[in-house]
């Protein structure tokens, strides 16, 4: 009996031992396969000829939750070789985690491609006018207060070839996006008004524009406004080194006025004639890769993104990877809005499809294999994860000990607009208000709706979350109402700023001014042995509040400051006692009180600065 029980025990033991990852089924040869990054636990039991039940079920007794179509990563795949005594090697691939565009292309496979043109210049000079009149439509209009706040990509033809125009915001707030688009961009169009010459954004154009070693064509506009003066706004910007080609410079120079279209095909013709001496190719002929220019979350649509495809041709079934986001296209349109099927180089299109809203600005790469593609993205997303988890954990602690040490004041923002160029536009701009006494550091700025997760992470750190042209439900507004979290609604980056600015300056060390709330005189004195001296008062002027400071003042000098004691009226302690009402009140630790006495009060109030 005891033999058996002693069998029995051996048994159990060897059955407990087989999830343990460490065990090796004996008498069993070794099998070799090969596997290709992303395999699913599906693709793997077929490979290794078990059921895709055994390896969920093993993977269960590790601690893994996984289906059938979940990816598998290469340390889980070696613990299920382990298991089931299987020699398997990866297959090595291309390094596809980089989506940009690495391959040198071979000359006889380029093509003429589309010159990418970028407006740039001053707030109100007229960059979206310019375009408006090109395109022929009313883009102006639908901004809010005239002033662009979205980057827009548009393609139009001038004498039977393509132009690709990229109309980027003047304010200064969008100085990260105005960056951006020059680096994505052949050709910069600064555009200056004649009636007000070189302006602070002006100089930023230009300076993106050599940053990014692009050539630059002057367009100065508003010509014909009575105030115009052009030779001024040569001058000017002859000193930021832009000499005109008539004074024996290098850079083109032309007059416009995007209103009535007054020299505009001359400077279509400039454009055209400058993309012919950059010799611009592109490889139609392979996956297509590029940039976000915009990317915002429509509630109809899910994740929707505006692409410049900058080299291949981009098919409107294709699997592609931006940023963190994986798509299958499942809808791809032009800048006018018309379904296309294909997009060359040097196109602009909008997509449909994306698991997530891109950033503005990721480089995105089509894959051949979707598989491949959905395993990058994974491995993006989760490398993503762990960096912010690690970062705003550090800075936390750091921010915490620094706060502690050294009495830093802090203001955590978290942003959330309707595109991803607003979000960065508006992170921006509130981090330039930062100054000595009053940090702001946003933890998130992202396109998309206000969430649950963002009211989480406002609840850890009391952040403060702004939408920009966003609004919550009514289930994320309860929830922040639960957690008394601020969420500021706004449509216009300057409202924000200015609410903002306001916020820090109540976080600044408070200033207080003492403001005389009323007078009392005594009529009456009652000793009492425990409590002191009770001073029976008429209220004269103003109220006499409970805790309040006061002054005993005798023949108009002041014999005592301090605090009151208590304040009653009958037997009751109340907060406060109007003029023309008797009371009864004490004086914290005095009792050399008089009839006749004037006890006057006081307290400090903040001064708004």
């Not at 994505?184 to 990014?212: L, N, S």
């Not at 809808?331 to 006018?336: A, E, F, G, S, V």
């Not at 762990?386 to 706060?403: C, F, N, P, V, Y």
Request: hydrophobic share 40%; with cysteine; proline share 2%.
């Amino acid at each position: 009996m005891t033999n058996k029980k002693a069998n029995n025990k051996r048994k159990r033991n060897n059955s407990n031992k087989k999830y343990s990852g460490n065990y090796v089924r004996k008498n069993q040869a070794a099998k070799d396969c090969t596997y290709q990054e992303g395999i699913t636990v599906k693709e793997l039991a077929e490979k290794i000829n078990k059921s895709p039940a055994d390896i969920i079920k093993f993977l269960f007794m590790l601690g893994k939750m996984y289906t059938v179509n979940t990816s598998l990563d290469d340390e889980t795949i070696e613990l299920i070789a382990l298991e089931y005594n299987i020699n398997i090697t990866k297959e090595e691939t291309e390094d596809s985690d980089s989506l940009e565009d690495d391959i040198v292309d071979n000359p006889e496979d380029l093509e003429a491609r589309a010159p990418i043109v970028t407006i740039m210049g001053h707030v109100d000079h007229g960059k979206t006018t310019l375009l408006d009149f090109i395109r022929k439509t009313n883009v102006t209009a639908g901004e809010f207060g005239g002033i662009t706040q979205h980057i827009g990509a548009y393609q139009t033809n001038v004498h039977g070839q393509k132009v690709t125009f990229l109309d980027t915001p003047g304010h200064e707030a969008f100085t990260a996006m105005r960056s951006r688009g020059a680096k994505m961009t052949d050709i910069v169009v600064v555009i200056v008004a004649a009636d007000d010459g070189v302006m602070p954004q002006t100089k930023e154009a230009i300076d993106h524009a050599r940053a990014a070693d692009v050539p630059i064509i002057i367009a100065i506009n508003k010509i014909d406004k009575h105030n115009a003066n052009v030779d001024k706004v040569y001058n000017e910007l002859a000193d930021y080194g832009l000499i005109p080609e008539e004074w024996g410079g290098d850079t083109m120079f032309t007059k416009i006025s995007a209103k009535s279209g007054e020299g505009v095909q001359t400077l279509l013709e400039m454009i055209l004639l400058l993309s012919e001496v950059l010799e611009l190719k592109a490889n139609p002929d392979k996956l297509a890769t590029g940039t976000v220019v915009e990317a915002k979350l429509d509630r109809g649509r899910g994740p929707v993104a505006t692409l410049l495809v900058q080299n291949g041709t981009l098919d409107s079934s294709d699997c592609l990877v931006v940023g963190t986001a994986f798509c299958r296209i499942r809808k791809m349109t032009d800048d006018k809005g018309k379904e296309i099927k294909t997009a060359k180089p040097s196109t602009p299109v909008e997509i449909i499809g994306l698991s997530d809203v891109p950033e503005a600005g990721d480089h995105f790469k089509v894959f051949a294999d979707e598989k491949r593609a959905r395993a990058v993205a994974d491995r993006r997303t989760q490398a993503k994860l762990e960096l912010e988890r690690r970062t705003i954990g550090l800075s936390l602690d750091d921010i915490a000990t620094r706060i502690k040490e050294g009495d830093l004041k802090q203001l955590d923002i978290i942003i959330k607009a309707d595109v991803a160029g607003s979000a960065e536009a508006v992170q921006s701009s509130m981090e330039k208000l930062s100054n000595e006494e009053v940090k702001i550091r946003v933890l998130r700025a992202a396109a998309g709706g206000i969430t649950e997760s963002d009211i989480m992470l406002a609840t850890t750190s009391n952040a403060i979350i702004y939408g920009f042209n966003v609004r919550p439900n009514a289930t994320v507004k309860r929830m922040a109402e639960d957690n008394n979290i601020s969420i500021r609604l706004h449509n216009i980056i300057y409202k924000a700023l200015e609410e903002l600015e306001s916020i820090m300056k109540g976080m600044l060390a408070p200033v207080y001014e003492e403001v005389v709330l009323g007078q009392a005189t005594v009529r009456q004195l009652f000793k009492v042995s425990r409590i002191g001296t009770i001073a029976g008062c008429m209220v004269d002027d103003g109220i006499i509040k409970n805790n309040c400071g006061v002054r005993l003042i005798r023949n108009g000098v002041v014999i005592y400051t301090g605090k009151l004691g208590s304040l009653q009226r009958f037997k009751d302690n109340v907060r406060e006692v109007k003029a023309g009402y008797e009371c009864g009140l004490t004086i914290e630790r005095y009792n050399d009180i008089k009839i006749d006495d004037i006890i006057e009060a006081f307290e400090d109030q903040e001064v708004t600065e």
